[in-house]
Antibody, heavy 118, light 110 residues
């Protein structure tokens, strides 16, 4: 069965970087784009960007341009989201979500809490 | 503030039918398909409706979606207590080049 398993919670200081992983299983990794979506405490969902695991091409939300980098490792079926120059308001749960082709999010990771605190 | 506008809250009694609206513009709902997601506290969102009105397998037919022009709606019939959750609409925005989520609607079953 399809599974997206994310890395564990992180606590970072302002200005630092964080790298969250999302390991896919149960399907052909390179056949489906992957998206990253975040949710600040008590807030709604915010799309961050997407990566094509086949060729590695990416598209990012302007809100994160210059701070976010999405990569993949086809040998381990894992996608990564690297967010730099962290701010307090980057405290959120970060989700990976698979793209079905016509729609996003037929499968989601369990979420990774990133806390930015001094 | 989201480009896709949802009411912050909605409510109904068990067995009732409730509707949640999602208002957008020509660059998002008006030119792209709409998805709906259900989210319980502390859990990942779950795809509820895709391509305006399609249900993934496992989603009860009590949930239905529709779209007209630059607006979309999610209807839940035969409301149940375990429908109490947050609901988000979403669509691609061609102008902003982002996948937009609505602000979310908290559904309370009275």
């Amino acid at each position: 069965q399809v599974q997206l398993v994310q890395s564990g919670a992180e606590v970072k200081k302002p200005g630092a970087s964080v790298k969250v992983s999302c390991k896919a299983a149960g399907y052909t990794f390179t056949s489906y784009y992957m998206h990253w979506v975040r949710q600040a405490p008590g807030q709604g969902l915010e799309w961050m960007g997407t990566i094509n695991p086949s060729g590695g091409s990416t598209s990012y939300s302007q809100n994160f341009q210059g701070r976010v980098t999405m990569t993949r490792d086809t040998s381990t079926n894992t996608v990564y989201m690297d967010l730099s120059r962290l701010r307090f308001d980057d405290t959120a749960v970060y989700y990976c979500a698979r793209d079905q082709g016509d729609y996003i999010g037929d499968y989601w990771g369990q979420g990774t809490l990133v806390t930015v605190s001094s | 503030q989201s480009v896709l506008t949802q009411p912050p809250s909605a409510s109904g009694t068990p067995g009732q039918r409730v509707t949640i609206s999602c208002s957008g513009s020509s660059s998002n709902i008006g030119s792209n398909t709409v998805n709906w997601y259900q989210q319980f506290p502390g859990t990942a969102p779950r795809l509820l409706i895709y391509t305006n009105n399609q249900r993934p397998s496992g989603v009860p037919d009590r949930f239905s979606g529709s779209k007209s022009g630059t607006s979309a709606s999610l209807a839940i019939s035969g409301l149940q207590s375990d429908d109490e959750a947050d609901y988000y609409c979403a669509a691609w925005d061609d102008t902003l080049n982002v996948f937009m989520f609505g602000g979310g609607t908290k559904l309370t079953v009275l």
